[in-house]
């Protein structure tokens, strides 16, 4: 089993910046992906921002806005958040794809952290 707990929401005016974090711990093997999914009021879950293998994606949304940054020693991730915007606010959600030592991959899901990007 895998957990990961996230940190680093919370509320910030239109035009700030946040910065969230996602320590991933327990029985790892190898966290072949990690990032950061985000779910709005009303709305679906949606990818925010990847990174798998030394490569990033990121939803329309967060180009040029987001940076996913990943410290493969301390299992992190992290997602640098800036010019943040009201339809930023949303439940930020960590997310990884595990690999264990027989080659089964299992996706995990941290329990959220919510951003509020409000005046």
């Known amino acids: 089993q895998v957990q990961l707990v996230e940190s680093g929401g919370g509320l910030v005016q239109p035009g700030g910046s946040l910065r969230l974090s996602c320590a991933a711990s327990?029985?790892?093997?190898?966290?072949?992906?990690m990032g950061w999914y985000r779910q709005a009021p009303g709305k679906q879950r949606e990818l925010a921002a990847i990174?798998?293998?030394?490569?990033?994606n990121y939803a329309d949304s967060g180009k040029g806005r987001f940076t996913i940054s990943r410290d493969n020693a301390k299992n992190t991730v992290y997602l640098q958040m800036n010019s943040l915007k009201p339809e930023d606010t949303a439940v930020y959600y960590c997310?990884?794809?595990?690999?264990?030592?027989?080659?089964?991959?299992?996706?995990?899901w941290g329990q959220g952290t919510q951003v509020t990007v409000s005046s």
């Open positions: 997310y990884a794809v595990h690999r264990d030592r027989t080659g089964t991959y299992r996706n995990y």
């Open positions: 327990g029985s790892i093997f190898s966290i072949d992906a």
């Open positions: 990174t798998s293998g030394g490569s990033t």
